[in-house]
């Protein structure tokens, strides 16, 4: 859904139609979020080797990615030549949105791990009363900061 929404704005940026998910093809409602990060590496390092590399997969595959995605959009979001790789107006359009839509996730699974991290819940002791009051008290303040 969330990426679904950045297609719509960006072709009302664009000024163009999107079709809605009922008349989309079965099976392509949403965008690859893989793709997505793909793309973003590509334009960011200028090079199809470079972000294969950092991506962990072969050439082949990143150029793979990048034609599904621009099939999918219907816009050429890459100028390739033999010697550099660029950005199309459209590419930089949706280069930008896709930075920060892929920025917010990492964020938002960085909370998530996070809260995973941090112990939650009632933590119940059983001991002798005296153990208690001289080892356990005196660290309670500490332990509830």
Request: glycine share 8%.
């Amino acid at each position: 859904m969330l990426v679904h929404s950045l297609l719509v704005r960006f072709a009302a940026v664009r000024g163009r139609a999107v079709h809605s998910g009922a008349t989309r093809p079965p099976g392509r409602t949403s965008l690859d979020l893989r793709s997505l990060a793909i793309f973003v590496k590509v334009a960011e390092r200028q090079s199809f080797v470079r972000a294969a590399a950092e991506v962990g997969i072969t050439q082949s595959g990143v150029s793979n990615a990048i034609n599904r995605l621009e099939d999918q959009l219907g816009t050429r979001l890459l100028a390739r030549t033999t010697r550099r790789v660029g950005l199309t107006e459209d590419g930089a359009a949706f280069f930008e949105r896709c930075r920060q839509i892929l920025g917010e996730l990492e964020e938002a699974e960085l909370v998530l791990k996070e809260a995973r991290v941090r112990p939650s819940g009632i933590l119940r002791l059983d001991m002798p009363v005296s153990f208690g009051r001289i080892k356990v008290v005196p660290l309670l303040g500490a332990f509830q900061a």
